[in-house]
């Protein structure tokens, strides 16, 4: 079996300096002992690890490391340039794998060893159940790579796949409960307390039955605009399911152009339409509005100084920035309304679903399925509560086929 014969350098001690050995040289990180030498060390071995032609070289006669399989695996996989999503999840799970077995021969793996992973991932109580089994599934994963690149036996992943998921009541696991759709009057409330730029990111979201990352990742280049039909065409750069259904195009209709059109003015076409870059400077125009005393001249100087060193936003929006700036909105809302109108906590990952349910009630469930790019009717059924709302109109309206005139029942 081949062999990765380049494993992590050893931080190294020479006097009071921690430095590496790499292809025959030094490198030196720093003072031993010190916080910088430790961050430059973790930083040299996170590059060799994005580089993988000079971490995994292959020579024949050996067995490779379980840390060396996961570092070549993220490497790939990274190459190929798939969703930052799926990256993160295998990398994810690569810490937990590595963490236990890390200094372990791949063929010496085994689904016991399989299992105490799984353990571990439990104890964490960090992943509900569906997440631990998913993980376990792309261990699989990573070894069917390895397999692939003959450095693990084939007998060797084929026995880890016999082990089964964990199934539900499993003791020591959770399952968090089915994600529902967020009601239209709940959003209305919120909308107010919205910088504009969020508050168009979650209409449109709601309209269209967009993906979060979907809405935050637009970019002015991704609009066609030039169609002549009415419509403008939103084609994301990647979507979760492109693999399946190839690249997705979403159209425009009047409402979404209305919103979306003050943010495509005077940007490149790589620029992000939706920034919070753009937000701040509308919350900041907000209060300077609201404001209600004059400002001090300490205070005056106090600006001055920070507009010579503006604070730095990112260009983009992102699934933890685009929540929070929703949770500030319900937040500051919830200071100012009486104790009866409190607005319920809620996230833009449930505004999915709440457009999968109300295109399914008013066109039905091939349309729901065809807006949100499913690739079965199933999975939009998990997505919308279409059918619930059916069978609760039904209930109101049913009358007892049975009963007698005048009685009771009905």
Same mark, same amino acid.
């Not at 020579?59 to 490779?64: Q, S």
């Not at 200094?103 to 997440?131: E, T, Y």
């Given at each position: 079996?081949p062999k990765l014969n380049?494993?992590?350098?050893?931080?190294?001690?020479?006097?009071?300096?921690?430095?590496?050995?790499?292809?025959?040289?030094?490198?030196?990180?720093?003072?031993?002992?010190?916080?910088?030498?430790?961050?430059?060390?973790?930083?040299?071995?996170?590059?060799?690890?994005?580089?993988?032609?000079?971490?995994?070289?292959?020579?024949?006669?050996?067995?490779?490391?379980?840390?060396?399989?996961?570092?070549?695996?993220?490497?790939?996989?990274?190459?190929?340039?798939?969703?930052?999503?799926?990256?993160?999840?295998?990398?994810?799970?690569?810490?937990?794998?590595?963490?236990?077995?890390?200094?372990?021969?791949?063929?010496?793996?085994?689904? /016991?060893?399989?299992?105490?992973?799984?353990?571990?991932?439990?104890?964490?109580?960090?992943?509900?159940?569906?997440?631990?089994?998913?993980?376990?599934?792309?261990?699989?994963?990573?070894?069917?790579?390895?397999?692939?690149?003959?450095?693990?036996?084939?007998?060797?992943?084929?026995?880890?796949r016999a082990v089964k998921?964990?199934?539900?009541?499993?003791?020591?696991?959770?399952?968090?409960?089915?994600?529902?759709?967020?009601?239209?009057?709940?959003?209305?409330?919120?909308?107010?307390?919205?910088?504009?730029?969020?508050?168009?990111?979650?209409?449109?979201?709601?309209?269209?039955?967009?993906?979060?990352?979907?809405?935050?990742?637009?970019?002015?280049?991704?609009?066609?605009?030039?169609?002549?039909?009415?419509?403008?065409?939103?084609?994301?750069?990647?979507?979760?399911?492109?693999?399946?259904?190839?690249?997705?195009?979403?159209?425009?209709?009047?409402?979404?152009?209305?919103?979306?059109?003050?943010?495509?003015?005077?940007?490149?076409?790589?620029?992000?339409?939706?920034?919070?870059?753009?937000?701040?400077?509308?919350?900041?125009?907000?209060?300077?509005?609201?404001?209600?005393?004059?400002?001090?001249?300490?205070?005056?100087?106090?600006?001055?100084?920070?507009?010579?060193?503006?604070?730095?936003?990112?260009?983009?929006?992102?699934?933890?920035?685009?929540?929070?700036?929703?949770?500030?909105?319900?937040?500051?809302?919830?200071?100012?309304?009486?104790?009866?109108?409190?607005?319920?906590?809620?996230?833009?990952?449930?505004?999915?679903?709440?457009?999968?349910?109300?295109?399914?009630?008013?066109?039905?469930?091939?349309?729901?399925?065809?807006?949100?790019?499913?690739?079965?009717?199933?999975?939009?059924?998990?997505?919308?509560?279409?059918?619930?709302?059916?069978?609760? /109109?039904?209930?109101?309206?049913?009358?007892?086929?049975?009963?007698?005139?005048?009685?009771?029942?009905?």
């Open positions: 079996m380049n494993r992590y350098p050893k931080n190294c001690r020479d006097r009071n300096q921690a430095f590496s050995w790499h292809k025959g040289k030094r490198v030196f990180h720093g003072v031993w002992g010190s916080p910088e030498a430790e961050k430059n060390y973790k930083r040299f071995i996170a590059t060799l690890i994005e580089n993988s032609a000079s971490l995994v070289q292959v020579e024949k006669g050996g067995c490779a490391f379980i840390s060396e399989l996961a570092a070549g695996f993220l490497a790939d996989l990274e190459s190929k340039q798939r969703s930052r999503t799926e990256f993160l999840h295998y990398r994810s799970t690569v810490g937990y794998l590595v963490g236990v077995y890390g200094n372990l021969a791949v063929n010496d793996f085994s689904p /016991k060893k399989l299992k105490v992973v799984r353990d571990q991932m439990v104890k964490s109580g960090r992943l509900c159940r569906r997440m631990v089994n998913d993980y376990t599934g792309l261990i699989c994963r990573i070894f069917d790579w390895g397999v692939e690149e003959e450095l693990v036996q084939p007998n060797i992943e084929h026995a880890l998921a964990l199934p539900k009541g499993t003791p020591g696991t959770f399952d968090n409960p089915p994600r529902e759709e967020v009601p239209d009057d709940v959003v209305a409330a919120t909308l107010p307390f919205l910088a504009p730029t969020v508050r168009a990111m979650v209409v449109i979201q709601r309209l269209t039955g967009c993906r979060p990352s979907e809405i935050f990742g637009m970019r002015v280049g991704d609009i066609d605009r030039n169609r002549n039909n009415g419509l403008w065409y939103y084609t994301p750069g990647f979507h979760k399911t492109e693999q399946y259904i190839g690249k997705k195009t979403i159209p425009f209709g009047k409402p979404e152009q209305e919103l979306i059109a003050p943010y495509l003015e005077g940007k490149k076409p790589g620029e992000a339409v939706f920034s919070p870059r753009t937000a701040m400077v509308e919350r900041n125009a907000e209060r300077n509005a609201n404001r209600k005393t004059k400002r001090s001249p300490s205070h005056e100087a106090q600006m001055k100084k920070r507009a010579k060193k503006p604070s730095v936003y990112r260009e983009f929006y992102n699934r933890h920035s685009y929540r929070r700036a929703v949770e500030y909105g319900i937040e500051k809302g919830n200071k100012t309304l009486p104790r009866d109108r409190q607005i319920p906590h809620w996230t833009p990952y449930l505004l999915r679903n709440s457009a999968a349910t109300a295109i399914e009630l008013e066109h039905g469930l091939d349309e729901a399925q065809a807006q949100l790019g499913h690739t079965s009717a199933n999975m939009t059924k998990r997505y919308s509560s279409a059918q619930l709302k059916q069978r609760e /109109k039904l209930a109101r309206e049913r009358r007892n086929p049975f009963a007698t005139e005048g009685s009771e029942a009905d």
